[in-house]
């Protein structure tokens, strides 16, 4: 069993920062792609950005210089550092990860999802 568990979700001022983190716990022989995803009311899921194992980094438009992805191999963990936010980031964000398992091949993963909300 994998499990992926987010946190740092929170309610922050347009212009200020928050930092995501999702860490992988269980039966993981080893971790691919990851990535960050946002869900906002009425809309659909959107990618907000990936990273490689190899470090190599994917964001959506809308993100591109505000937004850091990153992750911790040792720790099977990845971070989202979320910088100059602005109402329209408000979103569930959920994390995301494919992951092969000690007895299983590749599979995707998602978290339970956290609340971001960009509000004066």
């Known amino acids: 069993q994998v499990r992926l568990v987010e946190s740092g979700g929170g309610l922050v001022q347009p212009g200020g920062s928050l930092r995501l983190s999702c860490a992988a716990s269980?039966?993981?022989?080893?971790?691919?792609?990851m990535g960050w995803y946002r869900q906002a009311p009425g809309n659909p899921r959107e990618l907000v950005a990936t990273?490689?194992?190899?470090?190599?980094?994917n964001y959506a438009d809308s993100v591109k210089g505000r937004f850091t992805i990153s992750r911790d191999n040792a720790k099977n963990t990845e971070y989202l550092q979320m910088n100059s936010l602005k109402p329209e980031d408000t979103a569930v964000y959920y994390c995301?990860?494919?992951?092969?398992?000690?007895?299983?091949?590749?599979?995707?993963?998602w978290g339970q999802g956290t609340q971001v909300t960009v509000s004066s």
């Open positions: 995301h990860a494919d992951i092969v398992g000690l007895d299983w091949g590749l599979r995707p993963y």
């Open positions: 269980g039966s993981i022989r080893s971790i691919y792609t």
């Open positions: 990273i490689a194992s190899s470090g190599s980094t």
